[in-house]
């Protein structure tokens, strides 16, 4: 290999951790991040051995604009 390709990794690396450290500020300055995840905590886990199927307002929606 040459040096060149190696620099060149070293640099990914570098600007890869850069970026993902930038997302995790960013992450926790949004104000509606926080709200998500406690909305996302409070929903109930779906049963083990399925029938975790509930006709929400949401999927009523969609099969509204599904038919034809």
Do not use: W
Not at 23 to 37: D, F, I, K, N, T
Not at 40 to 48: D, G, L, V
Request: hydrophobic fraction near 35%.
């Amino acid at each position: 290999m040459s040096k060149t390709s190696s620099k060149l990794s070293r640099r990914t690396l570098f600007a890869g951790a850069a970026t993902t450290g930038a997302l995790a500020v960013a992450g926790s300055l949004l104000p509606g991040a926080r709200r998500e995840l406690e909305a996302t905590a409070a929903q109930p886990k779906a049963p083990e051995r399925g029938g975790g199927y509930q006709l929400t307002e949401h999927v009523k929606r969609y099969y509204e604009t599904t038919r034809l």
